[in-house]
Every structure is written in C-alpha cells, then in structure tokens.
C-alpha cells in the first residue's frame, strides 16, 4: 500500500473572499408574482372561514327559565336559593368538598368562598326565556301573553341594572309546522323590550332549536333581516345561537357533515352552537338511561362541532343535566351536586366552558366546578407568566423552572383571562403577581360594526 504522502494532491478549490459577496435572487418579478399568485386569494379564504374567536367575554353558563315563569328579579331569586341550598346542606368545607368532588380541602375552601361572592352578587351569567321545551303544553294565545309579559320583567331587570350580562329567548323552531308561531312569539318579545328600553341589551341573543334543513336557517336570518328593518335596527344586530340536537344538523341528506354550511347560511349572525343532548340521543335511539351528556355520542358530536368551529365566531356550549333535587334534603342535595359536578368536570375537559343550568342548585356545583378548575394551578401559571413579562428579574433571582413558548404563553393568558371572566380571580391579584392588568372582557354580543 503506497504511502499517504505519496497520494496525488486534490487540485486546488478556490478560497472564500474574506469579505461577504451580495448574491441575487435567482426567482424575482413577473415570475415570483407568477408563482405566488394565489397566496393572497388562499389568505383572504382562509381569514373569511377561520376569522378567529371573538375577544369578548363569554358567559360560564346559561340558566334556562319556562317564559311563564320569568320575572324582572328572577335571577336574583335563583342566587338566593342557590346560596341558600348551599349555607343549608353544604355548611362548612368538609361538605362542600364531599357535595363537589373537590379533593383538595384547601382548594375547596377558597372555591366555597369565591362562589358564595358570585351567587350573591351576580348569579347568572346568561338567562334564556324559554318558549320551547321548557314551556311545553300552554296555547297560542296564552304564548302570546307571556311573550309581552317576559319582555316586560327583562326589561324592568334592565332598567335596574339587576339583569344578567347576557339575555335572550328562545324560540320554537320551524319544525311542525311551529315557524309562524315561533316568529310571532320573537316579534312580541322585541317590540315590547325595544318599547320599554329604547334598544336592545348588548346582550342580547336568540337560540334557534331542533334544526333539520340548512335552509330553515336560511329563513331564519331572513326573517331577522325583516324585523331589523321593521323595528329600525341596524342590519346584523340580530344574532342567534344554533342548536345542535338532530342528526339532520350533524350529517346532511347527502353524508356530509352539516355544521359548516349552517355556519354559511347564517350569514354572520351565529354567534355559538349548543349541544342539545336529550334530544340528539333520543334521536339515536338511545334508551332512557343513556341520554346522558358523557355519553360517547354526545363526545362524537362535540369534537365534530371543535373541529368546524374552532378559530371561528362561533362559540361552543355543552348542554345539561336532568338532575334535580327531589326533596330540600342533604342527601338528595349533595346527590344533585355531585352528579352535575361531574358532568360540568366532563365538559371542561373536552374544552367546553360554558353548559346550560335547569335549576338553582346547578349554580352552585356549576360555579363549584369551574372555580375549582380554573384555580387549580393558577400560582403556577401566574408565575410562569410573571417570569416571561419579566425575563431578566427572573435571571437575577435564580427563578424560572420551565422555558415557555410563546403559543404556550398564549394559552396561559387565556386561562387567566377566563379566570378574571368569571370572577374565579381578581384584576387585583393577577396584577400582583403578574404585573399586568387583566381585566374582564366586556359582555356583549355585538358585531364589531355595531360597537
């Protein structure tokens, strides 16, 4: 084997300039625009389709009240009960952590506290008078009376400044030959609140229900159109919320998935979609004692209504619980509250943060659930955030465990902003721990125009 220094030389490769050389773009000019030209239209496509979620505050649940039984202080008298469920059957931590299914006794002590403040103060977050399932049975004519007469107590509430941030109605749907009377009923009830109050609450949202045809929808927000125009509204100040509880508003006639094409045909104006869980597993065939909202259908639907809505202005809400106290007993109290409990712990864990209360004592295990979520792990990410507002303080004490992204930051603020939302924290805490000022997001469901 020939020696190494013996082996040829390589010829000599030129050496790199000891300054830097400007290189030219190869692609540039007509042939860049060439090829780039449908990026912009894919933009605009996809901004259209995928807007992003609305920066305002949404509610942590919605009480749903027959329209009969709607009166200007109704949401204050469901919180005096509700407080007075929980002072009577839940005294001290130890029940109200049994009640709840709160583990930690401490975090459950600091709950029991922050909710007592939130059904004394502002109880509900989201009232819906309701024409539809609740209020089944009652005549046409007698229909007509409470829509005037529901209008009346919301309005008064209003006026008072006792009303929840967030109030509506709904309405009966154009199944069954319902259409005629469940429009009457919605123009009753805005003329008389536009009436009494001059305008309409910030707000203020209809719920469309037991959708079958995408073009029920379609006729829906033409007749929104029409009392706008009839009642001097600004065009789109009429907003509603779907409800999701067939399988014609899931699957279409032709296999494809619906949810979109609702979204298209209500031409801006639906502001969130409800699960309906009674009447979509009834509509499976599913027995009686399956018509839950864990059940796995229900999760079906609730992951096909993230994936079509998710980075839209369409917001989502899970649905209730049936579970209603028998009798003013401890027992059948603390059944209820564990019962709902779990079903709202359900919910959140699939990213649903707002569901639908049917009776007082959902506004304690309600509030229960979601302050108990939201405050678990709060020092933490109000440490994590502290550190990224101030990296280089954290440097100099030696402080700082995790190093955050960004999007992960992104997803913190969101958790502290629900937090401040829902009365779980104070500005004033957030404040001292993060240095920033994190205020609620203001209530309303008005288009941006309409600002």
Same mark, same amino acid.
């Given at each position: 084997?020939?020696?190494?220094?013996?082996?040829?030389?390589?010829?000599?490769?030129?050496?790199?300039?000891?300054?830097?050389?400007?290189?030219?773009?190869?692609?540039?000019?007509?042939?860049?625009?060439?090829?780039?030209?449908?990026?912009?239209?894919?933009?605009?496509?996809?901004?259209?389709?995928?807007?992003?979620?609305?920066?305002?505050?949404?509610?942590?649940?919605?009480?749903?009240?027959?329209?009969?039984?709607?009166?200007?202080?109704?949401?204050?008298?469901?919180?005096?009960?509700?407080?007075?469920?929980?002072?009577?059957?839940?005294?001290?931590?130890?029940?109200?952590?049994?009640?709840?299914?709160?583990?930690?006794?401490?975090?459950?002590?600091?709950?029991?506290?922050?909710?007592?403040?939130?059904?004394?103060?502002?109880?509900?977050?989201?009232?819906?008078?309701?024409?539809?399932?609740?209020?089944?049975?009652?005549?046409?004519?007698?229909?007509?009376?409470?829509? @005037? /007469?529901?209008? $009346?107590?919301? #309005?008064?509430?209003?006026?008072? &400044?006792?009303?929840? +941030?967030?109030? !509506? %109605?709904?309405?009966?749907?154009?199944?069954?030959?319902?259409?005629?009377?469940?429009?009457?009923?919605?123009?009753?009830?805005?003329?008389?609140?536009?009436?009494?109050?001059?305008?309409?609450?910030?707000?203020?949202?209809?719920?469309?229900?037991?959708? @079958? /045809?995408?073009? $029920?929808?379609? #006729?829906?927000?033409?007749?929104? &159109?029409?009392?706008? +125009?009839?009642? !001097? %509204?600004?065009?789109?100040?009429?907003?509603?919320?779907?409800?999701?509880?067939?399988?014609?508003?899931?699957?279409?006639?032709?296999?494809?998935?619906?949810?979109?094409?609702?979204?298209?045909?209500?031409?801006?104006?639906?502001?969130?979609?409800?699960?309906?869980?009674?009447?979509?597993?009834?509509?499976?065939?599913?027995?009686? &004692?399956?018509?839950?909202?864990?059940?796995?259908?229900?999760?079906?639907?609730?992951?096909?209504?993230?994936?079509?809505?998710?980075?839209?202005?369409?917001?989502?809400?899970?649905?209730?619980?049936?579970?209603?106290?028998?009798?003013?007993?401890?027992?059948?109290?603390?059944?209820?509250?564990?019962?709902?409990?779990?079903?709202?712990?359900?919910?959140?864990?699939?990213?649903?943060?707002?569901?639908?209360?049917?009776?007082?004592?959902?506004?304690?295990?309600?509030?229960?659930?979601?302050?108990?979520?939201?405050?678990?792990?709060?020092?933490?990410?109000?440490?994590?955030?502290?550190?990224?507002?101030?990296?280089?303080?954290?440097?100099?004490?030696?402080?700082?465990?995790?190093?955050?992204?960004?999007?992960?930051?992104?997803?913190?603020?969101?958790?502290?902003?629900?937090?401040?939302?829902?009365?779980?924290?104070?500005?004033?805490?957030?404040?001292?721990?993060?240095?920033?000022?994190?205020?609620?997001?203001?209530?309303?469901?008005?288009?941006?125009?309409?600002?």
């Amino acid at each position: 084997m020939p020696d190494p220094i013996d082996q040829p030389t390589a010829p000599d490769r030129p050496t790199a300039p000891d300054r830097d050389v400007e290189v030219a773009p190869r692609l540039g000019g007509s042939e860049l625009d060439r090829l780039l030209a449908g990026v912009t239209a894919a933009d605009d496509t996809y901004r259209r389709a995928w807007p992003g979620p609305p920066h305002t505050r949404q509610p942590v649940q919605v009480l749903y009240v027959p329209a009969d039984r709607v009166g200007p202080h109704t949401a204050h008298e469901h919180g005096a009960e509700a407080l007075r469920l929980l002072h009577t059957h839940a005294p001290d931590v130890g029940h109200f952590a049994d009640a709840t299914g709160i583990l930690d006794v401490f975090l459950a002590d600091e709950v029991r506290a922050r909710v007592v403040t939130r059904l004394a103060t502002g109880p509900v977050d989201d009232l819906r008078v309701d024409f539809e399932d609740g209020y089944l049975g009652r005549s046409e004519t007698q229909e007509a009376r409470d829509a @005037v /007469a529901a209008a $009346h107590a919301v #309005a008064k509430a209003v006026s008072a &400044g006792d009303g929840p +941030a967030f109030v !509506g %109605l709904r309405v009966k749907s154009f199944t069954d030959g319902l259409a005629r009377r469940s429009v009457a009923t919605l123009d009753r009830f805005v003329g008389t609140l536009l009436e009494r109050l001059g305008s309409l609450p910030d707000g203020f949202v209809i719920t469309f229900p037991k959708i @079958v /045809a995408v073009d $029920h929808v379609r #006729a829906f927000v033409e007749v929104l &159109g029409s009392l706008e +125009a009839a009642y !001097g %509204l600004p065009e789109g100040r009429l907003r509603f919320e779907v409800q999701i509880e067939t399988t014609p508003s899931v699957l279409g006639p032709d296999g494809v998935v619906t949810l979109r094409a609702l979204r298209d045909a209500g031409a801006g104006r639906i502001v969130a979609a409800h699960l309906g869980v009674y009447d979509y597993t009834a509509g499976l065939g599913l027995p009686p &004692g399956e018509q839950r909202l864990e059940h796995p259908a229900c999760d079906f639907v609730r992951h096909l209504l993230q994936v079509s809505f998710a980075g839209t202005e369409v917001r989502l809400s899970d649905g209730s619980s049936n579970a209603v106290p028998a009798a003013d007993t401890a027992e059948e109290l603390h059944r209820v509250w564990s019962t709902h409990a779990a079903t709202v712990r359900h919910s959140l864990a699939h990213g649903y943060v707002q569901g639908w209360d049917l009776h007082p004592s959902h506004l304690v295990s309600r509030y229960a659930t979601v302050y108990a979520d939201l405050l678990h792990g709060l020092d933490d990410v109000l440490e994590r955030l502290g550190r990224w507002y101030a990296p280089a303080e954290a440097t100099a004490t030696g402080a700082g465990a995790v190093l955050d992204e960004p999007a992960t930051i992104r997803r913190l603020e969101a958790h502290v902003q629900r937090a401040v939302d829902s009365g779980a924290a104070t500005t004033d805490e957030v404040a001292a721990r993060t240095g920033r000022t994190v205020l609620p997001r203001p209530a309303t469901l008005l288009p941006q125009g309409l600002l």
